[in-house]
Protein backbone atom coordinates (compact mmCIF):
# COMPACT_ATOMS: atom_id res chain seq x y z
CA UNK A 1 0.00 0.00 0.00
CA UNK A 2 1.34 3.48 -1.57
CA UNK A 3 2.08 5.80 2.34
CA UNK A 4 0.95 9.80 1.16
CA UNK A 5 3.56 11.44 2.01
CA UNK A 6 1.61 13.46 4.89
CA UNK A 7 1.36 10.44 6.17
CA UNK A 8 5.27 9.67 6.35
CA UNK A 9 5.97 12.97 7.67
CA UNK A 10 3.65 13.82 10.55
CA UNK A 11 5.04 17.29 10.81
CA UNK A 12 4.29 18.14 6.78
CA UNK A 13 1.00 19.84 7.69
CA UNK A 14 3.07 22.39 9.53
CA UNK A 15 5.36 22.77 7.04
CA UNK A 16 5.14 26.31 5.27
CA UNK A 17 3.38 26.04 1.77
CA UNK A 18 6.06 27.93 -0.86
CA UNK A 19 4.58 29.74 -3.78
CA UNK A 20 5.88 29.72 -7.15
CA UNK A 21 7.00 33.31 -6.42
CA UNK A 22 8.94 32.18 -3.34
CA UNK A 23 10.71 29.30 -4.98
CA UNK A 24 14.12 30.03 -6.56
CA UNK A 25 14.09 30.51 -10.28
CA UNK A 26 15.39 32.71 -12.29
CA UNK A 27 14.47 35.90 -10.14
CA UNK A 28 17.87 35.28 -8.38
CA UNK A 29 19.38 35.17 -11.43
CA UNK A 30 18.15 38.85 -12.78
CA UNK A 31 18.56 40.24 -9.14
CA UNK A 32 22.74 38.89 -9.23
CA UNK A 33 22.73 40.87 -12.74
CA UNK A 34 20.84 44.01 -11.41
CA UNK A 35 23.51 44.32 -8.77
CA UNK A 36 26.41 43.84 -10.64
CA UNK A 37 24.91 46.53 -13.18
CA UNK A 38 24.52 48.63 -9.93
CA UNK A 39 28.04 48.28 -8.61
CA UNK A 40 29.43 48.86 -12.15
CA UNK A 41 27.49 51.28 -13.48
CA UNK A 42 25.75 53.15 -10.48
CA UNK A 43 22.07 54.37 -10.41
CA UNK A 44 22.94 55.81 -13.97
CA UNK A 45 22.01 52.27 -15.24
CA UNK A 46 18.91 51.45 -13.48
CA UNK A 47 15.55 51.94 -15.41
CA UNK A 48 12.84 53.48 -12.61
CA UNK A 49 11.19 50.14 -12.00
CA UNK A 50 14.82 48.42 -11.92
CA UNK A 51 15.41 50.96 -8.82
CA UNK A 52 12.16 50.46 -7.14
CA UNK A 53 12.69 46.49 -8.04
CA UNK A 54 16.42 46.33 -6.04
CA UNK A 55 15.28 48.50 -3.35
CA UNK A 56 11.96 45.96 -2.54
CA UNK A 57 14.34 42.77 -3.28
CA UNK A 58 16.38 43.89 0.02
CA UNK A 59 13.53 42.77 2.53
CA UNK A 60 12.12 40.18 -0.07
CA UNK A 61 15.38 38.45 -1.35
CA UNK A 62 13.20 35.76 -2.92
CA UNK A 63 10.29 37.31 -4.18
CA UNK A 64 10.26 38.90 -7.88
CA UNK A 65 9.54 42.27 -7.26
CA UNK A 66 9.23 43.67 -10.57
CA UNK A 67 5.61 43.54 -10.54
CA UNK A 68 5.32 45.38 -7.43
CA UNK A 69 7.49 48.34 -8.74
CA UNK A 70 5.88 48.58 -11.79
CA UNK A 71 2.69 48.90 -10.47
CA UNK A 72 3.75 51.35 -7.71
CA UNK A 73 5.27 53.60 -11.32
CA UNK A 74 1.69 53.32 -12.81
CA UNK A 75 -0.10 53.70 -9.31
CA UNK A 76 2.31 57.05 -8.22
CA UNK A 77 3.23 58.51 -11.80
CA UNK A 78 7.00 58.01 -10.60
CA UNK A 79 9.25 57.57 -8.64
CA UNK A 80 8.24 61.05 -6.85
CA UNK A 81 5.06 60.07 -6.20
CA UNK A 82 5.88 56.35 -5.04
CA UNK A 83 8.38 58.01 -2.31
CA UNK A 84 6.20 60.82 -1.30
CA UNK A 85 2.77 58.64 -1.40
CA UNK A 86 1.47 58.00 2.30
CA UNK A 87 1.92 54.59 4.06
CA UNK A 88 -1.50 53.61 3.74
CA UNK A 89 -1.69 54.45 -0.34
CA UNK A 90 1.82 52.33 -0.48
CA UNK A 91 0.58 49.60 1.13
CA UNK A 92 -2.63 49.61 -1.06
CA UNK A 93 -0.72 48.44 -3.65
CA UNK A 94 -0.51 44.65 -4.34
CA UNK A 95 2.40 43.10 -3.08
CA UNK A 96 3.01 45.93 -0.56
CA UNK A 97 3.58 44.88 3.14
CA UNK A 98 5.22 46.58 5.74
CA UNK A 99 8.64 45.71 5.16
CA UNK A 100 8.58 46.80 1.73
CA UNK A 101 6.96 50.54 2.88
CA UNK A 102 9.55 50.97 5.36
CA UNK A 103 12.09 50.50 2.64
CA UNK A 104 10.60 52.64 0.48
CA UNK A 105 10.27 55.41 3.57
CA UNK A 106 14.23 54.50 4.74
CA UNK A 107 15.02 55.79 1.73
CA UNK A 108 13.08 58.64 1.21
CA UNK A 109 14.28 60.43 4.56
CA UNK A 110 17.96 58.74 3.27
CA UNK A 111 17.82 61.28 0.24
CA UNK A 112 15.66 64.25 1.85
CA UNK A 113 18.38 64.16 5.27
CA UNK A 114 21.00 64.48 2.55
CA UNK A 115 19.83 67.45 -0.10
CA UNK A 116 18.96 68.96 3.71
CA UNK A 117 22.52 68.51 5.17
CA UNK A 118 23.91 71.06 1.93
CA UNK A 119 21.43 73.29 2.66
CA UNK A 120 22.49 74.00 6.42
CA UNK A 121 26.70 74.19 5.33
CA UNK A 122 26.29 77.31 3.74
CA UNK A 123 23.72 80.46 3.99
CA UNK A 124 21.04 79.54 2.40
CA UNK A 125 20.77 82.60 0.16
CA UNK A 126 23.95 81.88 -1.20
CA UNK A 127 23.09 78.33 -1.28
CA UNK A 128 19.71 78.92 -3.52
CA UNK A 129 19.98 75.78 -5.68
CA UNK A 130 20.78 73.50 -2.69
CA UNK A 131 17.38 74.77 -1.13
CA UNK A 132 15.57 74.36 -4.51
CA UNK A 133 16.68 70.69 -4.56
CA UNK A 134 15.61 70.23 -0.60
CA UNK A 135 12.48 71.66 -1.11
CA UNK A 136 11.33 70.14 -4.01
CA UNK A 137 12.79 66.65 -3.05
CA UNK A 138 10.44 67.04 0.15
CA UNK A 139 7.17 68.79 -1.09
CA UNK A 140 6.60 68.51 -4.84
CA UNK A 141 5.07 65.54 -4.74
CA UNK A 142 2.65 65.97 -1.26
CA UNK A 143 -0.75 65.50 -2.38
CA UNK A 144 -2.22 67.96 -0.05
CA UNK A 145 -0.81 71.89 0.34
CA UNK A 146 1.87 71.91 3.22
CA UNK A 147 3.19 75.20 4.61
CA UNK A 148 6.67 75.70 6.18
CA UNK A 149 8.74 78.82 7.44
CA UNK A 150 12.84 78.61 7.21
CA UNK A 151 14.16 80.54 9.85
CA UNK A 152 17.38 81.92 8.83
CA UNK A 153 19.78 84.11 11.41
CA UNK A 154 21.64 87.42 11.29
CA UNK A 155 23.90 85.44 8.86
CA UNK A 156 21.53 83.69 6.49
CA UNK A 157 21.93 80.58 8.25
CA UNK A 158 19.20 78.43 8.38
CA UNK A 159 18.28 77.47 12.06
CA UNK A 160 15.13 76.03 11.96
CA UNK A 161 12.95 74.14 9.38
CA UNK A 162 9.28 74.02 10.56
CA UNK A 163 6.09 72.82 8.89
CA UNK A 164 3.20 75.36 10.37
CA UNK A 165 0.42 73.46 8.65
CA UNK A 166 -1.04 71.03 6.03
CA UNK A 167 -4.09 71.87 4.16
CA UNK A 168 -5.30 75.59 2.27
CA UNK A 169 -3.18 78.60 3.62
CA UNK A 170 -6.30 80.74 2.39
CA UNK A 171 -6.82 81.54 6.65
CA UNK A 172 -4.74 84.46 6.60
CA UNK A 173 -4.66 85.90 9.94
CA UNK A 174 -4.12 82.60 11.46
CA UNK A 175 -0.63 81.96 9.61
CA UNK A 176 0.40 86.14 10.60
CA UNK A 177 0.19 85.90 13.91
CA UNK A 178 1.64 82.15 14.11
CA UNK A 179 4.41 82.93 11.68
CA UNK A 180 5.56 86.27 13.30
CA UNK A 181 5.65 84.87 16.84
CA UNK A 182 7.44 81.99 15.74
CA UNK A 183 10.36 84.07 14.47
CA UNK A 184 10.10 85.99 17.48
CA UNK A 185 10.60 82.93 20.10
CA UNK A 186 13.86 81.52 17.50
CA UNK A 187 15.51 84.96 17.36
CA UNK A 188 15.08 84.68 13.57
CA UNK A 189 16.28 87.74 11.71
CA UNK A 190 14.48 86.58 8.35
CA UNK A 191 11.87 83.77 7.35
CA UNK A 192 11.34 82.19 3.99
CA UNK A 193 8.00 81.23 3.43
CA UNK A 194 7.12 78.04 1.23
CA UNK A 195 4.36 75.75 0.45
CA UNK A 196 3.64 73.71 -2.65
CA UNK A 197 0.81 73.22 -4.75
CA UNK A 198 -0.49 69.63 -4.99
CA UNK A 199 -1.97 70.90 -8.90
CA UNK A 200 1.73 70.59 -9.83
CA UNK A 201 1.69 74.19 -11.18
CA UNK A 202 3.44 76.88 -8.60
CA UNK A 203 1.84 79.86 -10.10
CA UNK A 204 1.06 81.96 -6.94
CA UNK A 205 -2.64 82.68 -6.62
CA UNK A 206 -4.04 85.90 -4.87
CA UNK A 207 -4.13 84.47 -1.47
CA UNK A 208 -0.27 83.60 -1.76
CA UNK A 209 0.22 86.98 -2.32
CA UNK A 210 -2.17 88.38 -0.03
CA UNK A 211 -0.65 86.27 3.04
CA UNK A 212 3.55 87.48 2.05
CA UNK A 213 2.31 90.45 2.24
CA UNK A 214 0.45 90.19 5.31
CA UNK A 215 3.37 88.30 7.17
CA UNK A 216 5.93 90.74 5.72
CA UNK A 217 4.52 94.12 7.15
CA UNK A 218 3.52 92.49 10.43
CA UNK A 219 7.25 91.27 10.97
CA UNK A 220 9.19 94.38 9.52
CA UNK A 221 8.37 96.61 12.50
CA UNK A 222 9.83 93.93 14.47
CA UNK A 223 12.79 92.82 12.73
CA UNK A 224 11.35 90.05 11.03
CA UNK A 225 12.21 90.21 7.36
CA UNK A 226 10.53 88.30 4.86
CA UNK A 227 12.91 87.20 2.02
CA UNK A 228 10.91 85.54 -0.25
CA UNK A 229 7.91 83.16 -0.66
CA UNK A 230 8.87 80.06 -2.65
CA UNK A 231 5.95 77.85 -3.92
CA UNK A 232 7.09 74.35 -5.29
CA UNK A 233 5.33 72.36 -7.71
CA UNK A 234 6.16 69.04 -9.84
CA UNK A 235 6.44 71.67 -12.88
CA UNK A 236 8.83 73.78 -11.15
CA UNK A 237 9.14 76.37 -8.73
CA UNK A 238 7.71 80.19 -8.57
CA UNK A 239 9.37 82.83 -6.34
CA UNK A 240 7.60 85.66 -5.26
CA UNK A 241 10.53 87.96 -4.94
CA UNK A 242 11.66 87.07 -8.34
CA UNK A 243 8.27 88.24 -9.61
CA UNK A 244 8.21 91.40 -8.10
CA UNK A 245 5.47 90.71 -5.57
CA UNK A 246 6.72 91.27 -2.48
Same mark, same amino acid.
Given at each position: M???????????????V?????????? *???????????????????????????????????????????????E?????????????S???????????????????????? *??????????????????? &?? *???????H?V???????? &???N???????? +???????????????????????S?????????? +??????????????????????????????? *?????????????????
Open positions: QHSSLASNPDASRLPMSDADAPNDA *LGHRARLRERLVNGGGEAFHDHELLEFILALGRPRVDTKPTAKALLRFGGLGGVFAADHALARVPGMGELSVAALKAVQATAIR *LVKSAVAERPVLANWQALL &DY *LRADMAHVERFRVLHL &DTRHLIRDEVM +SEGSIDQAAVYVREVVKRALELGAAVILVHNHP +SGDPSPSRADVEITKAIAAAGKPLGVAVHDH *LIIGTRGHASLRAQGLI
